[in-house]
């Protein structure tokens, strides 16, 4: 089939798979991923007190955006729906445009769906911004007495602890859930490591991109983590769950991407399959056995 059709055909086929879900919104129903189950039911039903907080690790870029970012979004969307404060930080300085755009994006999309509900900066979230000092940094958290006065200021220099959504918030202790998304090597273990004291550790979650999957198990199955976004077709499953709940909810990226992806594979399989085919044909035609 190679000798017969120019290449360029084949890009051509497997970039409009690609492109049209995207132009056009289009999303199909995700496959079920249990993983990304148990996420939701803890997000849903975790509870938390006056105080408390959830502590959201974006540390992605745009090497690995198209499965981070939309893992971080279903996540946050979750946290806005339920009114429950959190604050976004990055140890990878590339992901701090997105510690601002993801929020805002997602505000301005619920209060869209419902006009009489509002989203704020402050009010329902914090920007911790980009912090240097990679595991260092992620062990001081947990050691330190006041964590406000630790960290001092939020993204755009305001003082911590003039932001409303930390006025109650105490000590290390208030952190009920962590949810870190990464597709960097060695920062997700750092948290796992370090996120913790000796009497206390937040509930955490954790989504990764599709080829660390397998090092990621091994956390969820000793219960380190109790829940797992698995790639985009994670992110998208969890983006389905919120749409059963929310039935006014558009599809989003997680939806749209997955799609995408799963209509340029069968466009592939096709073509394998075509090639195959034409190939087979060629060869009994040349007397050669099947």
Known sequence: MSAGLDRRWIYLLVFLALAWPIVQRYSLPPAKMN????????????KFGPGDIAFIAMDYGPNTIAENKPQSEVTIEHLMRRRIPFALYSQYVQADPFLKSVPEGIAEKLM???PTQSWAYGKDWVNFGYRPGGTLFIQSIPKAENILEHLKEDAFGTALKDIPCLKDFKSFKNVKLLGQFTGLTGTFEAFVQFFQTEDYRP???????SITVPEAYIYLDSGQIVGLLEGIAGAAWYSKLLSDRFVKRAPDDALIINTSLGIAHLVLIGLIFLGNVVGLVKARERGVPG
């Open 35 to 46: 993983s990304a189950g148990r996420m939701f039911d803890v997000m849903d039903t975790l």
């Open 203 to 209: 509930t955490f979650v954790h989504g990764c991109t």
């Open 112 to 114: 869209k769906e419902d």
